[in-house]
């Protein structure tokens, strides 16, 4: 069919919804077909019509710059069809689905149609091409295109008539039926791949079986590969909506080793048409213009192949910056680095910066992620795709940290190039040289009624600076540079040539004698006053999903109900805030209102999971607890009959998903009511886990197998041995079982043989995809599978044996967590929150106050993802995009942290005998230079 030319899209975030109500009044008027907002998506439904369960569903690509045509052409052939679709509702959210963050089995799908029998699916496929034939959009990787170059794609899946089932790991997966009544995963692989039992309709079609334009074969690739006649591809080395990074031989040059990037089509496109392409054949010319100065990767050929494009580089020995400097400060056994060990690389820095200036170019995207640290310790550029020239109109991108304030990332609205952006990407380069973190400051958004101001960023790039300097000599001699290239105002930050003048003469570093304390002032109470608000202002029992916001992580997403990443744990962490007064009657109100929900839908889930953290357990336990200070008997009865009925016989043995944590929450409402039938129910989790198998087929609690164990992944407390030891603990405790003492005795000399050194502090394996285990324990310092979740096991030990082993390794694990807190997240399970909370048992089992000062100079590292929101200074993500309110994932943890460590009192979901004093007045830093039980 004939097109007019392309027109760019209306800028207004609803102006596809204005498309679709036109459309509606112009073909099925006053029919009444039903339109629904869900998250990103606008639904639109004919009138009485009903989904089935699953099948052959379609779905179209678009780009902004064809988006309202393709929405135009499509939705009116789908009506005339009178079939249900959705739609991404606004030009934000369609740029989220061509982004190359985008997960690649949902990238690109604008549209989809969900036809309710084949033969209106074959009908819709023909009519929807020939209706958006010639319109440009990204192929659809988890799909079939309907022919070569069209934006119609299909695939088997579900359409939304079955609930997503809850799997044994704690997430949901949307599920198909298969013919003899078995659940499958509904998988969007990033390639087409139907059930095998799922018959697609004939199709009258040229071409119609050809791949859904992966690169190969929908982004895997199969051995070998020659790209474009030359390149021969050895391996992957990561995939992403964009497309793959290959390690190729070129067969050209005596297979000399390159790199190979590719470009999708339409990927990251913009409305004027610029796309990932373009990106890559900017790459290309700034690689040739740098070439003969020798501070990026060689160029060595672009070309297309199968429509996409793609880039070879040489290949060069080394490592990013950011792992390079991160690897550094963890294998520095003192107090971190010397500024002698980072001054050298930090002025070839300053020279890489100042020769692509000096070319008239800037680099826009200044990043430790996009410079390589050859084996001789030369940096060198290695993503140059959106370098441009000074004062060249150019829309925001940047790397979360190393961005500079004026630039508007996410936005398609342009501004020059300058190059004061990359000063301050120098700058927080620098300051992860020198420390290893990334120098994030989420942005303040006030509320409307403005009373409370933003704060200053410069003073808050000083206070961050300052505070990590105390760990780090080498940022305490870069302080004055490094503040004054992340300046706020571009034009106060010091050129290159300022740059280098204060690298070749930096100021003496003090004595450890002479040196200052910290003294950044870091308002502790704020944030715990300010989380309990946040926590009472985002109550929203309207909701049928959670009372609070529960996101999705990492595109999966949990039990709502769930501790890890729901709202069981923050319900607990109200009712604590509650019962200490904080709010007065708001928190008590807010306490009964999530509380009464919570009851009115717990049991609408049919999988009742057992663990203490992605099952019910905890969930069960926070609500008995929330019931019991209510004094409402009728809930706290009904949540002491749910626990009763959770599994003591599962498959999995550890703390957060099995019977470990479920003997745990037993124990607990055993102490609290008395009821023997809780004490009979803790026994048989003993039971089950006395024969329960690792994921090598040994028993976790045997006693030879505990002492020869190889398997790196079964050393931590969240999903391993130091949890369950943990519980065995407990029970030896609670029901007077000596051989079970004997039990988590043997665990914890298992643990100690299977330690590792860690300078004065200590570390365990832990394994992984990788394969590395002992590389992973030097940044695994967490909660979950780290130093301080097995510490938090060996104190108690310590404590039940008095045997000084225990003791003295739970104070190296308190060690290596301390070392490590600037390296952290804020979360409990593997972060700030956790770490400062096994910091806190080790003050409150020892009685030494210097572990308590640990723990307070977390508050110190938690300050810097702190952000405001609403006027209320509230702990974010560190990806900045919403606000996470759990315990495990979210700020509930951190909230919990502050409350013990001012308030004292139990540790979190742990059925201890001892209790942790109050201190009112918390230090934010700590007051020695080292503690006292350094050893």
């Known amino acids: 069919m004939a097109l007019a030319p392309l027109a760019g899209p209306v800028g207004d975030d609803h102006a596809y919804r204005g498309v679709l109500a036109r459309l509606l009044d112009e073909f099925v008027p006053g029919e009444g077909w039903r339109t629904d907002i869900r998250d990103l998506w606008c639904v639109v439904t004919p009138p009485g019509a009903g989904l089935r369960v699953q099948g052959w569903k379609i779905h179209l690509s678009a780009t902004p710059r064809s988006a309202e045509r393709v929405l135009t052409a499509a939705v009116g052939v789908v009506l005339r069809e009178r079939a249900a679709f959705k739609f991404a509702h606004s030009p934000g959210r369609l740029r989220s689905l061509l982004s190359p963050r985008m997960d690649r089995g949902a990238g690109g799908k604008f549209i989809t149609v969900y036809p309710d029998d084949d033969a209106r699916f074959v009908r819709l496929l023909a009519a929807l091409h020939e209706a958006t034939e010639g319109l440009e959009g990204p192929a659809v990787l988890s799909d079939r295109a309907y022919r070569p170059g069209s934006l119609v794609h299909y695939r088997y899946g579900g359409f939304g008539g079955l609930p997503p089932r809850l799997e044994d790991d704690g997430f949901y997966v949307p599920v198909l039926v298969a013919p003899d009544g078995r659940w499958t995963p509904d998988t969007r692989n990033p390639w087409f791949s139907p059930p095998e039992w799922a018959t697609l309709p004939a199709l009258a079609t040229d071409g119609a079986n050809a791949h859904g334009g992966g690169t190969p074969a929908g982004g895997r690739v199969p051995s070998p590969v020659l790209l474009g006649g030359r390149f021969l591809v050895r391996e992957a080395i990561r995939h992403s909506n964009r497309g793959g990074v290959y390690r190729a031989l070129d067969r050209h040059d005596g297979d000399r080793r390159t790199v190979v990037k590719e470009a999708r089509p339409h990927i990251d496109a913009r409305p004027d048409g610029i796309d990932a392409r373009d990106h890559l054949r900017n790459e290309y010319r700034t690689l040739t213009a740098l070439e003969p100065l020798g501070i990026a990767v060689r160029p060595v050929d672009l070309f297309e192949h199968q429509g996409h494009l793609f880039l070879a580089e040489e290949e060069v020995p080394g490592t990013t910056l950011y792992r390079w400097a991160r690897e550094r ?102 300051f992860h040289l020198c420390t290893g973190f990334v120098p994030l400051l989420p942005e303040d958004r006030p509320g409307t009624t403005r009373a409370v101001a933003p704060r200053s960023h410069d003073e808050r790039v000083r206070q961050l600076v300052t505070a990590a300097s105390e760990d780090s000599p080498a940022l305490a001699v870069l302080a004055p540079l490094i503040t004054r290239l992340m300046r706020e105002d571009p034009e106060e930050r010091p050129a290159p040539a300022e740059a280098r003048d204060a690298l070749h003469a930096p100021p003496a570093q003090p004595t450890a004698a002479g040196k200052p304390r910290c003294r950044v002032p870091v308002d502790a109470g704020r944030l715990l006053t300010d989380g309990w608000d946040q926590l009472v202002a985002a109550l929203d029992p309207s909701s049928d999903r959670a009372p609070w916001p529960v996101p999705a992580i990492g595109g999966q997403r949990f039990d709502p109900f769930a501790v890890q990443a729901g709202v069981g744990g923050t319900l607990e962490v109200l009712r604590r805030g509650a019962l200490t007064g904080y709010g007065g009657q708001r928190l008590l109100d807010a306490l009964r209102t999530a509380l009464t929900w919570l009851d009115q839908r717990a049991d609408r889930e049919p999988r009742q999971l057992p663990g203490l953290y992605f099952g019910r357990a905890g969930t069960y336990w926070a609500m008995y607890e929330a019931a019991d200070t209510l004094g409402d008997e009728e809930i706290r009865r009904r949540c002491a009959g749910r626990a ?24 607990h409402l055993w102490r609290r009511t008395g009821d023997e039938e809780f004490r009979d129910r803790a026994e048989r989790c003993v039971t089950s886990l006395l024969g329960a198998r690792t994921s090598q087929g040994g028993r976790w609690l045997d006693p030879e197998a505990m002492r020869t164990t190889t398997d790196a992944g079964d050393h931590g407390f969240a999903h391993g041995l130091a949890g369950i030891a943990a519980f065995v603990l407990a029970a030896a405790r609670e029901l007077d079982r000596p051989d079970l003492l004997d039990i988590a005795v043997r665990g914890g000399e298992s643990l100690l043989d299977a330690a590792r050194e860690d300078g004065a502090g200590i570390r365990w394996p832990v394994a992984g995809p990788e394969g590395d285990g002992d590389e992973r324990a030097r940044i695994s310092c967490w909660w979950c599978n780290g130093a301080p979740g097995i510490g938090t096991f060996l104190i108690r030990l310590w404590r039940a044996t008095g045997d000084d082993r225990f003791r003295d390794a739970a104070h190296r694990a308190a060690v290596s967590a301390h070392r490590r807190r600037w390296l952290l997240a804020h979360t409990h399970c593997h972060g700030l929150a956790g770490n400062g909370e096994f910091l806190l048992d080790m003050a409150a089992l020892t009685g030494e106050e210097a ?85």
């Open 329 to 430: 400060v963890l294998g520095e056994p003192g107090r971190g680095l010397a500024a002698g060990q980072v001054l050298p690389t930090a002025r070839s820095l300053v020279e890489l910066v100042a020769a692509v200036h000096d070319k008239g170019l800037v680099i826009r995207d200044f990043a430790p992620s996009n410079v390589m640290v050859t084996p001789d310790g030369d940096p060198l550029l290695i993503d140059t795709e959106f370098v441009a020239a000074v004062a060249e109109p150019v829309t925001g991108v940047g790397t979360p940290g190393f961005t500079a304030p004026e630039v508007c990332l996410g936005s398609d609205r342009t501004s020059p190039a300058t190059a004061a952006a990359d000063l301050y990407g120098l700058g927080a380069t620098l």
């Open 851 to 935: 572990y308590r000062d640990w723990a307070a100079d977390h508050v110190t590292a938690l300050w810097h993802f702190c952000a405001l929101r609403e006027d209320r200074l509230v702990v974010v993500t560190e990806s900045d995009t919403e606000l996470n309110h759990s315990y495990n994932l979210g700020m509930a943890g951190p909230i919990g942290f502050l409350h013990r460590l001012r308030h004292g009192g139990e540790r979190w979901w742990m059925t201890d005998d001892f209790t942790l004093a109050a201190r009112n007045a918390p230090r934010a830093v700590r007051t020695t230079q080292e503690p006292t039980t350094e050893r």
């Open 644 to 667: 009763k009925r959770l599994p003591t016989v599962w498959h999995e043995a550890d703390i957060t998903h099995g019977l470990a944590g479920n003997g745990l929450a037993q124990l």
